[in-house]
């Protein structure tokens, strides 16, 4: 385990932590005045290894060369020019810190971040962190690199658990759940929706499936996965009467076919590591949860109606099914273009086109 500390006076700015793989969905902005919950599980942190935040150069001022050297092959907005190794906590985990009112960028609903590190060291005044906590945003601190140093701490971490470990968990992550907005009319809202870590998961799994279709159809599992990607993948690929296989797989599961082409396969939430089977076919990387639910989904569970009755009284009404969203499953788009514009292949015009389009993409419903 290890304890965060000023780089300018040593004071301590975090509980003990231990380290865990970045969350696909890390930078996600999802919708429009949702309210998103807290990123990080407490007592754990991860590290963004490219550079974060300012400065930014736009993509017309930066060498092909140094965009392939940081291993862009696309493309992008904006490239930062910040310092690699920003290190995302839960909230709660920080400690010896303030709020910069000056650095206060965001104020939709919250801080953003825009503006530099909005959090200083109590005992000194340096600026070491960023809070994040506006609509549509994960809540996090992210610390700022070039400001604190990682220390360990007493005790070591526990081994990361085995693959056999993570199945017989079942720690899931469920497909569906509630999300609840700001700024309608009626004040705050709540609808049932699909979950943003599935549709960010669904952002960087496209992007590898098209990678790995070398321009032709592509066939998914029926179930879950189906409903995630196959419409995607029949809408940016081209027809044919040989379909590349994808096939779920994992640890607990048999070796594939010979036949299967890509595998979906999960990565370990702790080391980030991608389950390797022995199969040459390419790997198409799902979170351990997302992937643990593909491909055994628990049934739905009943959800209880509101208001109580008296204790003398049972109540009847847990028998109502969990509601599912009301429209088709669509991938996040800025995770699909990030993963995209990082994987060699997207220098394939046919790629490059899918990306170029991404804008009406999203018009038709598929991002």
Known sequence: ??????????????????????????HQKYGNGTQLPVLMESGTFAVEPEPSGPPWRRWEEIDPDEATARGIYAPVYALSDGVPGAIVIAPGDACGTLLIPEKSGGYCCGLDGADG???????????????????????????????VCRLPFEGAD????????????????????????????????HCWSWSPQWEAAAGRALAHLLAASQGGPVTVPDGLARQVFQRALDALLPAGPSARR??????????????????????HPQTGEVWTPDSSAYRVPLPFGVWQWMVSPEPDLPVPTSGSLPDSVLRDDFDAPALHPGRLFRADPRVFQHTLARLPAVRSPWLREVLENLTQHMRAGLF
């Not at 304890?3 to 696909?24: D, I, M, R």
């Not at 526990?158 to 009626?186: D, H, M, N, V, Y």
């Not at 797989?249 to 076919?257: A, M, S, V």
């Open 158 to 189: 526990a081994a990361p658990r085995s693959w056999e470990e993570l199945t017989e968990e079942r720690a899931g992550t469920p497909p569906f759940e509630p999300i609840t907005t700001w700024g309608s009319p009626q004040g705050t809202s």
């Open 1 to 26: 385990m290890f304890v965060f500390v000023c780089a300018g006076c040593g004071a301590e700015l975090t509980t003990p932590l231990s380290q865990v793989a970045l969350p696909v969905h890390a």
């Open 246 to 267: 994808a096939v779920l797989t994992g640890p607990g599961y048999p070796t594939p076919d010979a036949d299967a082409d890509i595998l979906l396969v999960p990565t």
């Open 117 to 147: 590190p909005n959090m200083a060291c109590k005992a000194c005044g340096l600026p070491v962190a960023s809070r994040i906590d506006d609509c549509s945003l994960w809540q996090a601190v992210w610390l700022a690199p070039d400001a």
